[in-house]
């Protein structure tokens, strides 16, 4: 049971508090590569400040206040040009370094006063990496953006998935190192809700939680499995500061503010050795509802669905003097110490964990890959139609199955990348 105290440190995350100056020290995930070419502006909130991420003409990233310094209006309704982003109140020209570039009227009234050189508005670095946009909101210099090695991987299909959950980001982030939930929330509430028999998922047996330089691994034997399999002797990841990485896929826990979270999911399908080579163009991206509109309930259809219904049951803070923990939260409690002390560094100036400063390491950061082979190599399709170990989440998959919402024209170019046919039975195979 933690300290009111406790509670607040490790869900706080506005500038200047200790959570908050630690997650300032890694790159965000805000924004698909491909949503910006669709539409050069996006009003963003972000771990409690308002910004508007652009494009402009020229290809420039800007991440600036959703303010304009002069009169305070809202930059998301500005337009970019060859250089910068345009404030539609009154013309003022903003650049991607902060830099005011024009004042329309000021220049004509006093063209010598230079008076644009006075003023600034907030910005933050944004670079570009696996179709995503990501932010830096931390001191000088900026890391590097991490290549994790899936990033490098060939023949996949990929997709990026958002959602807007109304909760604290790091009840989410407790999710990452929570190997139990996987049995009950998602396979047997799973069969709970379709009306299954009594029989259950294999329980878990075991578990076990270490750290590493990126995080922390969670293994489990599960019955009828034992510490031969890769869930046991690999692992899945509990990505540092924020993420869940289970070998085919990332969740990002992104915090909006201390009670809203954007979940980031980046899915890497590979194609069967058949369909062989495919280049993917485009990254494509879509939101995820998370409420049904009909009954006005969370949705419970798709695993991450599920967890986002575990997640904002708990509160909107979940209120962690209140609870009771076992065994099973062995990994919770770890993950908590050790980003507490993290945060305590940083205030005292200190570098969190897992921070990638060297451009040689970060050309392929290998990670924990449960069937890596499968991942890099690919195989044959019929056995890509079979889960070839009795590991969850390696086979073909007919659907997605992780969120609800798909769009039509992302699930034909996913069939049509796996040589599918264009309609298909739904066979959920989830990564846990
Ligand atoms: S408020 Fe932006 S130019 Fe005046
Ligand atoms: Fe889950």
Redesign the pocket.
Known sequence: MLSEDQNRRLTEVGAGTPMGELLRRYWMPIAAVAELDDKPTKPVRLMGEDLVLYKDRSGNYGLVDRH?P????D?SYGWVEECGLR?H????LWEHTGRCLQQPFEETAHPAARFKDRVRIKAYAVEAKAGLLWAYLGPPPAPLVPTWEPFTWKNGFVQIVFSEIPCNWFQCQENSIDPVHFEWLHSNWSRALNGAGADRSPAHLKVGFEEFEYGFTYRRVLEGQSEQDELWTVGRCCLWPNCLFTGGHFEWRVPIDDANMLSVGWFFDRVPNDMEPYRQDRIPYWYSPIKDALTDRWITSHVMNQDFVAWVGQGTVADRTQEHLGESDRGVIMMRKRILEDAESVMRGGEPKGVMRDPEKNRCVRLPIIGRDFFVNGSSRVESETSRQRTPGLLLRQEFSFLTGQPEEVRAAYRRAMGLPETGVDARSPAS
């Open positions: 304009c002069h009169r305070r209006a930059l404030c109140y009154h013309g003022w």
